[in-house]
């Protein structure tokens, strides 16, 4: 059974503090890693795939990256507009379906 | 576009009741699905389909009734609600055709069962 572990649970950070968040996970044959973000209210929103250790990806302030065992979302002089609940997710070749994790709640502190 | 559209936003039930949560995608997505998000714990999937006339089970399908007649609309019915079933769904669509590529989810709704 695929498992998806993240850590910490909540975060707060200062405005401009960088810090990661980390997904450790647990599957039978790593067909995809997903980060979504969720802000209260809505659903999640999609913000990366990473498919093979040592793959990065990054978008503005958020960097992804994949081993064999975990990935962390790095993220670089946080702003406000970053907090939001940071989810992660894996697929497996067997199933094609995800398994999510129960997030990190990011907070930055203006 | 829309994009994934889910009526309503807040619902409160009695146990018992039954009720029909609706998800429309304009985006021509074959795949559609329905989740539930529970404090301390993950989604989970309850439902999907793959296309129009073709739908399975998720991971906790049990108390749920699906269909999708056309490629747009993937409603989800409760046939009984109990209060196990409070929680917050959300439907979900991706272009891929699976259920995991890229999802896009609609804003959820928030359902209560007294």
């Known amino acids: 059974e695929d498992q998806v572990t993240q850590s910490p649970e909540a975060l707060r950070l200062q405005e401009g503090e960088s810090s990661s968040l980390n997904c450790s996970y647990t599957?039978?044959?790593?067909?995809?890693l997903f980060w979504y973000r969720q802000d209260p209210g809505k659903g999640p929103e999609f913000l990366f795939t990473?498919?093979?250790a040592g793959e990065e990806k990054e978008k503005e302030r958020l960097k992804a990256t994949l081993t064999k065992k975990e990935s962390f979302l790095h993220i670089t002089a946080p702003k406000p507009e970053d907090s939001a609940t940071y989810l992660c997710?894996?697929?497996?070749?067997?199933?094609?379906?995800?398994?999510f994790g129960t997030g990190t709640r990011l907070t930055i502190i203006p | 576009n829309a994009g994934v559209t889910q009526t309503p936003k807040f619902q409160v039930l009695k146990t018992g009741q039954s009720m029909t949560l609706q998800c429309a995608q304009d985006?021509?997505?074959?795949?559609m699905s329905w989740y539930r998000q529970d404090p301390g714990m993950g989604l989970r999937l309850i439902h999907y389909?793959?296309?129009?006339?073709?739908?399975d089970q998720g991971e906790v399908p049990n108390g749920y009734n699906v269909s999708r007649s056309t490629t747009e609309d993937f409603p989800l019915r409760l046939l009984s609600a109990a209060p196990s079933q409070t929680s917050v769904y959300f439907c979900?669509?991706?272009?891929?055709?699976?259920?995991?590529?890229?999802?896009?989810f609609g804003s959820g709704t928030q359902l209560s069962v007294l």
């Open positions: 979900a669509s991706s272009q891929a055709g699976t259920g995991d590529e890229k999802l896009f």
């Open positions: 599957v039978s044959g790593l067909r995809g």
């Open positions: 990473l498919y093979s």
């Open positions: 997710a894996v697929s497996n070749f067997g199933n094609e379906k995800l398994t």
């Open positions: 985006m021509n997505h074959e795949y």
């Open positions: 389909s793959v296309g129009a006339g073709i739908t």
